[in-house]
Structures are given as C-alpha cells and as structure tokens.
C-alpha cells in the first residue's frame, strides 16, 4: 500500500505557482487576487477559509476575506458579490459553503460571474467542464484528478465508483473520471442514499471515490484487493486522546482498509490541501486570463 499524500503534492503545486507569480511580478504584471465571502461562524468553514487565505500569502497571492454575520439578508450578500464582481483589481471570488437556511446557495452561485467563479460552481462553468471545455473545474475534483495524475494511476478502462452525489464533489467527480482525458476514461457508478446494494458495487471497484460525510463508512468488506481508495470525509469526531477533544475522521476506516489497497489518500494530508491548491491554481489561471 502507498499513501497518496496530498500534502506533499500539494507543497509542489503551491511552488510551481509561487515561481509563476514571480515570473509575473518580475514582467511588471500584477499579483494575483483571491477573494472569500464567510457567513456567520461555523467552526469548518472557519478553519477553511483561513487556510485558504494562509495559502493565498504562501504563493505571493492577495487575498480579501470579507466577513458577513449569521443573519445578514440574501440581498445584502448578492450586493457584496456583485461589487467583488466589478472590482477590476480582484481575479478570482468564493463564498464558502454551507450558507444559512435563509439564503438561496444556487442564487449566489449564479449571481458570481463565471470569470471570477474559481470554485467552478456556476452553471456556465459546470456546463463547460462537462463538455470538457476549458474551465475553472471545482476544486476538490480537480485537486484528486491532480493527485491521481502526479502519482501516474491508470484510469483507462477502470470501473470508478463514486459515493455521494454532492454538487461541490460527487456529481462533477463522476463527470471527470468518465472524460476523455489523461486522467478519465473510466466506466462510472455514481451511488447515492437511494443506491441498491451499495457494498457489492464498492467491492467492484478499481477506483473508490468516496464523499458522503460519514466517518469511517467505508469498511474491509466494502473494498476490492489493490483498489485505490480516495478519502473525501473530513468530519470532526469527539476525542479524548487529543488536547482539542477532537480528532479529524475520514469516510473510510483507514486502518482496516489500507492494507488491502494499492494506494489510499489519508485524513488529514490527502485531499484537503489538494482542494486548496486547485483553488490557487484556478485564481491563476483568471489573473493571466485578463
Ligand atoms: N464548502 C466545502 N467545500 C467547499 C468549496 O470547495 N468551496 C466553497 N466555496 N465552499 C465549500
């Protein structure tokens, strides 16, 4: 068994970009601007969005972090975007997820103009990534297409299966992985709450990409010999064997599961800094597209 280590990979993705931003600096271009809208104070989306901004100082980047209370209305939230969206000086805009109840999350999507949506969440930039046109891809997908890349897994032919049919990951993983692209080509199962037999159509799979929020889900039973198994789950469970009280679990049962895979991603150090580091990438690309 081999870890995928997002960690790692994601350090040379943010040197490669850091090298493009000197570059830039060094032709007297400008640097490129990153900005997140955070609502109310939900602890996770706390932590993301201040890695996010660590991240953006990393690789030469600016950054705005504007933050809005719990119980700011719908229309006060769209009026920040659509100013973010006329601000010449900023290249790529994100507003972490979940919102409160009140707000409409797909109105504020498509209240961002595809031009500065580098989450890849609009509707135009889904559209374009399902017709594999260029694109801002969302982060997380992409950053596991990145890290299936750099670690030369074939993907041709595989039977890919997918557990969870998020907007943010599960829905436009199947998308990827079923592309014809390097990293693509699979035949895809996309499984849900509502999937039959869940566990024999896991225990098919060569690749096993699992996203639904519920720690350690997947077990031994559910998993092939040699399967490679990418770890989405990130939920904090209570423990008293750390000084916070508590410890940061992924959907697969790591420890009974990585002997039988051929490469498995780990919780923390695998997907998350990767989904971070498509983010930079993505604002990139926007500011050399001006
Ligand atoms: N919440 C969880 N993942 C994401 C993400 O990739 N982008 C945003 N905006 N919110 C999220």
């Known amino acids: 068994m081999q870890l995928l280590d997002g960690k790692l990979t994601s350090n040379t993705l943010k040197d490669e970009i850091a090298k493009e931003v000197s570059k830039v600096l060094a032709q007297g271009g400008k640097k490129p601007h990153l900005a997140a809208i955070l609502v109310g104070s939900?602890?996770?989306?706390?932590?993301?969005?201040?890695?996010?901004?660590?991240?953006?100082?990393?690789?030469g980047f600016d950054s705005t972090l504007v933050r809005m209370s719990e119980d700011v209305s719908e229309e006060e939230?769209?009026?920040?975007?659509?100013?973010?969206?006329?601000?010449?000086a900023i290249d790529g805009l994100i507003v972490q997820l979940?919102?409160?109840?009140?707000?409409?999350?797909?109105?504020?999507?498509?209240?961002?103009?595809?031009?500065?949506?580098?989450?890849?969440?609009?509707?135009v930039n889904l559209g374009r990534m399902t017709l594999n046109l260029p694109t801002f891809l969302p982060a997380t997908p992409a950053g596991i297409v990145e890290l299936?890349?750099?670690?030369?897994?074939?993907?041709?032919?595989?039977?890919?299966?997918?557990?969870?049919?998020?907007?943010?990951?599960?829905?436009?993983?199947?998308?990827?992985?079923?592309?014809?692209?390097?990293?693509?080509?699979?035949?895809?199962?996309?499984t849900h709450s509502r999937t039959t037999n869940?566990?024999?159509?896991?225990?098919?799979?060569?690749?096993?990409?699992?996203?639904?929020?519920?720690?350690?889900?997947?077990?031994?039973?559910?998993?092939?010999?040699?399967?490679?198994?990418?770890?989405?789950?990130?939920?904090?469970?209570?423990?008293?064997?750390?000084?916070?009280?508590?410890?940061?679990?992924g959907d697969v049962a790591f420890d009974e599961v990585a002997p039988k895979c051929s490469f498995i991603t780990p919780v923390p150090g695998g997907v998350g800094p990767m989904t971070i580091a498509s983010l930079l990438k993505?604002?990139?690309?926007?500011?050399?597209?001006?």
């Open 98 to 123: 979940p919102l409160p109840k009140h707000i409409s999350e797909i109105k504020v999507t498509e209240t961002i103009v595809p031009e500065k949506d580098v989450d890849g969440f609009h509707p």
């Open 148 to 190: 299936l890349d750099r670690y030369d897994i074939e993907t041709s032919g595989k039977h890919c299966v997918v557990i969870g049919r998020s907007h943010i990951v599960g829905s436009p993983m199947s998308i990827l992985m079923a592309r014809n692209a390097k990293v693509g080509n699979c035949t895809v199962t996309l």
């Open 77 to 88: 939230l769209l009026n920040e975007v659509r100013k973010i969206n006329e601000n010449p």
């Open 198 to 249: 869940l566990e024999e159509i896991s225990r098919s799979a060569d690749i096993l990409i699992v996203a639904l929020g519920k720690p350690e889900f997947v077990t031994a039973d559910m998993v092939k010999e040699g399967a490679v198994i990418v770890d989405v789950g990130i939920t904090r469970v209570k423990s008293d064997k750390t000084k916070s009280g508590w410890k940061l679990k």
């Open 42 to 59: 939900n602890g996770a989306s706390e932590t993301y969005v201040n890695a996010k901004v660590k991240a953006c100082e990393k690789v």
């Open 282 to 290: 993505n604002t990139l690309i926007s500011a050399r597209g001006k």
